[in-house]
């Protein structure tokens, strides 16, 4: 799965916030994302969150694609 893009429908900065209202113990320091870094925010998140890259991946993007909470 490496270099693996993100595609994302909300600006980096509101799937962020979404991420931490569902996820309290995720941090800014787990979120930091810069285009092309999909894999080191990938592993940073699998090792946080006990699940695959590939089910973060689809997690994030649902939540990129939805208005109001994540879920």
Do not use: C
């Not at 600006?11 to 080191?40: F, R």
């Amino acid at each position: 799965m490496e270099n693996e893009k993100l595609k994302l429908n909300t600006p980096w900065e509101e799937v962020k916030e979404k991420l931490k209202e569902t996820n309290i113990h995720l941090t800014d320091e787990d979120l930091h994302y810069q285009p092309g870094e999909e894999d080191a925010l990938l592993e940073r998140l699998q090792n946080k969150m006990g699940k695959s890259k590939e089910e973060i991946k689809r997690f994030i993007e649902s939540v990129s694609s939805t208005k109001g909470i994540a879920g």
